[in-house]
């Protein structure tokens, strides 16, 4: 692994400022494999440089500019990436454990088989991101845009996503086991075969969200609209529904043993081979009745 001397770093930064500039004698920084433990580039702007390979472990990158750089299989754990500019940069395989993200800009980025386990997004800009098969176990959510971002076979296991953004994202077999989606937005999302067991989506919106063979065994979904969502054949056993409004929404053959749906709204909700068995429909029960669905 490449080590650098404070004035061969010194050196590298000038000539790529010059090659930003497109000045005759710059060069695009080019620190691949290089060993750059703990640096300090905070502030610096490393527009297309290439860090590929490179051990970042514990660098202080806040507000840099790394916007379509390549970050390719870097290790970052533990750095400082917060308030950055990183639109367009390429993490595939990057290591980002506990990493500090808040408030980056990563619209556009690539972040296929990245490790964001405990990591920090707070307030995080990830629009339109490919996150495809990432672990972000246990990471840190809470206001992230990742309005339609790919986020297929993503691990949020434990996540905190109160109040996330994933308006239109595509989350086909996701794992939210356990993570907290409190007012989160998920309008028109896509979330097939996604794993939501125990998950808390407590006044989240759905409205028109696939949820196709979707497991939401236990999962609390008071209040939360989940009007005209397609939840044929998921697994809804056990879950907490009371106050949500499920306004057109397709149940067919959905699992609902043991449910709340206290206070819920089923006005014009298809609930054809509906399992209701154990099902507390305190306030909708002679609704449904009237409707014919029992």
């Known amino acids: 692994m490449n080590h650098f001397s404070t004035s061969q770093l010194n050196e590298i930064l000038e000539k790529h400022a010059k090659f930003l500039r497109k000045e ?6 080019d620190f691949s494999e290089a060993n750059l433990r703990g ?6 702007n490393l527009r297309d440089a290439d860090f590929s390979g490179a051990n970042l472990r514990g660098a202080i990158l806040n507000h840099i500019n790394l916007t379509d750089a390549n970050l390719m299989e870097a290790n970052l754990e533990n750095a400082d990436l917060s308030y950055s500019k990183l639109s367009g940069i ?7 454990r506990y990493a500090d993200l808040s408030h980056a800009k990563l619209t556009g980025a690539g972040l296929i088989e990245a490790n964001l386990e405990s990591a920090n997004l707070e307030g995080t800009n990830l629009m339109g991101a490919n996150l495809t098969d990432a672990n972000l176990r246990a990471a840190k959510l809470s206001g992230v845009n990742l309005m339609g971002a790919n ?9 905190n996503l109160r109040d996330a ?3 239109c994202a595509n989350l086909t077999d996701s794992n939210f086991n356990g993570a907290n989606l409190e007012g989160a937005n998920l309008i028109g999302a896509v979330l097939t075969d996604a794993n939501l067991t125990g998950a ?3 006044g989240a919106n759905l409205f028109s969200a696939t949820l196709m063979d979707v497991n939401f065994i236990g999962a609390n979904l008071a209040d939360a609209d989940l009007s005209s969502t397609k939840m044929t ?7 907490n529904l009371a106050g949500a409004n499920l306004k057109d929404a397709d149940l067919e053959d959905v699992t609902l043993i043991g449910a709340d749906l206290t ?10 081979g509906a399992d209701l068995k154990d099902v507390n429909l305190t306030g909708v029960l002679n609704y449904l009745r009237k409707k014919k669905n029992l």
């Open 24 to 29: 005759e004698d710059g060069q695009r920084a």
């Open 39 to 44: 640096i300090d580039l905070s502030n610096a």
């Open 90 to 96: 390429n993490l595939t395989e990057a290591n980002l």
């Open 151 to 159: 986020l297929v076979d993503v691990n949020f296991n434990a996540a």
């Open 165 to 167: 953004n994933f308006t």
């Open 200 to 202: 808390n989506l407590r």
């Open 233 to 239: 054949d998921s697994n809804l056993i056990g879950a």
């Open 263 to 272: 206070g819920a709204n089923l006005e014009d909700t298809y609930l054809e």
